[in-house]
């Protein structure tokens, strides 16, 4: 079967691989990591000082400062990078051209969501040696490696989405790049809010969860479930779980705080084992392909639309 790379993505990596922008981005990148990684090891020394734990035990914790660091790092600009790529494209009036292309939409947006998708993990094979130490001298697992890789992979794709979406519907960079951290609140933020909202209505009306046979329900345990396409608490419950073996889900939910064991209704069939990662993975994914096949859609010229001119709507006729 002849596989053939994606022209766009051909083109764009070999573009900006002759460009001194890439070198530079790499060394910013670098040199965040280098300032994270020594006030990390000030930090464990200072805490080791007057301890008799072996520092080189402490060096694990290197891992999640890490890799949060760089996940941010990627969170704030894969979205900057898609943000642009069919905004700038109709900027610079070359979007007509491309369309012209014997390239499907959804390949054009394959093509520049896998651009900035690569240019992650080039970041992220960049920090490799830097990543290793908490394996080589810590004594973390080498599965955790291959599991951040997977996640950094997998919200990076979810971030080139976001702004590939954005990007679509708006003709000005800047526009885009706003909505694009706009729906960033929504999901880091606004997927949170029910679930602060109903504690502290339950604080304050003093309401507590029915128990039956030592597992506590309520209705209200089931906005928790808003949370599985809430990146945060992903990551959250990834490095908990690698780190601790403890899941912050069941922290959080209304039967670990109400001191049961179990908790019960359809959360219950997430919050236990390994669940809610595979939930939560299986959510974003089909929600950035759900942005993928939008913006496919949006930039679709056989698609008929209706535009606004002069205070009247008119109807667009379908491209020839």
């Given at each position: 079967?002849n596989?053939r790379?994606?022209?766009?993505?051909?083109?764009?990596?070999k573009v900006?691989?002759?460009?001194?922008?890439?070198?530079?981005?790499v060394?910013?990148?670098?040199?965040i990591?280098?300032l994270?990684?020594?006030l990390?090891m000030?930090s464990?020394q200072?805490?080791n000082r007057?301890?008799?734990?072996?520092?080189?035990?402490?060096?694990?914790?290197l891992?999640?400062?890490?890799?949060v660091?760089?996940?941010?790092?990627?969170?704030?600009?894969?979205?900057?990078?898609t943000?642009?790529?069919?905004s700038?494209?109709?900027e610079?009036q070359?979007?007509?051209?491309?369309?012209?292309?014997?390239?499907?939409?959804?390949?054009i947006?394959?093509?520049?969501?896998?651009?900035?998708?690569?240019?992650?993990?080039?970041?992220?094979?960049a920090?490799?040696?830097?990543?290793?130490l908490?394996?080589?001298?810590?004594?973390?697992?080498?599965?955790?490696?291959f599991w951040?890789?997977?996640?950094?992979?997998?919200?990076?794709?979810?971030?080139a989405?976001?702004g590939?979406?954005?990007?679509?519907?708006?003709?000005?960079?800047?526009?885009?790049?706003?909505?694009?951290?706009?729906f960033?609140?929504?999901?880091?933020?606004?997927?949170?809010?029910?679930?602060?909202f109903?504690?502290?209505?339950s604080?304050?009306?003093?309401?507590?969860p029915v128990?039956?046979?030592?597992?506590?329900?309520?209705?209200?345990e089931?906005?928790l479930?808003?949370?599985?396409?809430?990146?945060a608490?992903y990551?959250?419950?990834?490095?908990m779980?690698?780190?601790?073996?403890?899941?912050?889900?069941?922290?959080?939910?209304?039967?670990r705080?109400?001191?049961t064991?179990?908790?019960g209704g359809?959360?219950?069939l997430v919050?236990?084992?390994?669940?809610?990662?595979?939930?939560?993975t299986v959510l974003?994914l089909a929600?950035?392909?759900?942005?993928?096949l939008?913006a496919?859609?949006?930039?679709?010229?056989?698609?008929?639309?209706?535009?606004?001119t002069?205070?009247?709507?008119?109807?667009?006729r379908?491209?020839a």
């Open positions: 079967m596989m790379l994606n022209p766009i993505v051909k083109k764009d990596v900006q691989s002759r460009s001194m922008r890439i070198c530079w981005g060394f910013v990148y670098e040199a990591l280098a994270v990684f020594f990390t000030l464990i200072e805490g007057y301890s008799v734990t072996n520092i080189y035990s402490q060096m694990v914790w891992y999640p400062v890490l890799a660091t760089q996940i941010v790092i990627l969170g704030l600009v894969v979205p900057i990078r943000a642009s790529s069919i700038g494209e109709k610079r070359t979007f007509d051209i491309m369309m012209t292309t014997s390239m499907t939409p959804f390949s947006v394959w093509g520049k969501v896998m651009t900035a998708v690569v240019q992650s993990m080039l970041y992220v094979a920090s490799m040696p830097v990543m290793a908490p394996f080589v001298i810590g004594g973390m697992p080498w599965s955790a490696l951040f890789l997977a996640i950094t992979l997998l919200l990076s794709f979810f971030a989405s976001i590939i979406l954005c990007s679509s519907f708006c003709r000005k960079t800047v526009s885009a790049v706003i909505f694009s951290y706009g960033y609140f929504l999901f880091f933020v606004g997927t949170a809010l029910p679930s602060v109903v504690s502290i209505l604080i304050n009306t003093g309401y507590s128990y039956s046979g030592g597992v506590s329900y309520s209705w209200w089931n906005v479930l808003f949370l599985l396409v809430n990146p608490v990551l959250t419950e990834f490095f779980r690698i780190m601790t073996g403890e899941s912050i889900v069941n922290t959080i939910s209304a039967g705080l109400s001191g064991t179990q908790i359809p959360i219950r919050a236990t084992g390994n669940s809610w990662l595979i939930v939560s974003l929600i950035s392909f759900l942005f993928l939008l496919a859609r949006r930039i679709n010229p056989m698609i008929k639309r209706r535009v606004k002069h205070g009247r709507k008119k109807v667009s379908r491209a």
